[in-house]
């Protein structure tokens, strides 16, 4: 359903990059990245100086694994923002791409900007690639201390040499424990 009204919504607005790269995000999620690709094309195309559109294309290459089309995206979203998140991304892409020495630099970079949520999820997914398990888990700690709660975000292939550790299992299940938890929408009555 959510897929149908991003899909309306760009048909009557097709100009409206917001939109474009929101639907670009759900079709990858959604497993139909090709067609996220596409969606974030159109939003570059539309405004190739807006963080955002430079972002998604950069997450839209990368979830093809398309690494080396992704670098110039990624590096330029890194000069534009160097939040701990960007310059994890790009450490990531880097890698993948077998440039391991950038990756290096790009992942201190990361590691020295502020740490955040998305920040150390994004670290614990190159230590994972990096085969630094204990430096992996110990930033998906972090992570959800910070209220990262999603456990879909662990799906990521660079954490399958980590999946059977007893230490993942438990971040993982504390992150699905407190998704599954329902939110309080009011304070408690006194």
Known sequence: AALADLEE?????????????IHADALGFAGRPEEGLA?????????????????????????LERWTEAIPYI??????????TTMAQGAII??????????????????AAAESDWG???????HALAGHPARAIQLLREAAKRGLADP????????????????????VADMSRRW???????PPAD
Do not use: W
């Open 39 to 63: 969606r974030a094309r159109q939003a570059y195309a539309l405004d190739p100086e807006s963080g955002v559109s430079i972002m998604c294309m950069a997450q839209s290459l990368e979830r």
């Open 75 to 84: 590096e330029n979203a890194c000069h534009r923002d160097a939040d701990r």
């Open 9 to 21: 919504a760009a048909r009557l607005d097709p100009t409206n990059v917001f939109t474009l790269v």
């Open 152 to 171: 879909e975000v662990l799906v990521f292939h660079e954490f399958d040499p980590l999946r059977r550790d007893p230490a993942f299992q438990a971040v």
């Open 94 to 111: 880097l890698y993948h791409a077998g440039r391991r020495a950038e990756a290096e630099v790009m992942r201190a970079k990361a590691e």
């Open 120 to 126: 150390d999820f994004q670290l614990a997914r190159f």
């Open 180 to 186: 599954a938890s329902p939110l309080p929408l009011a």
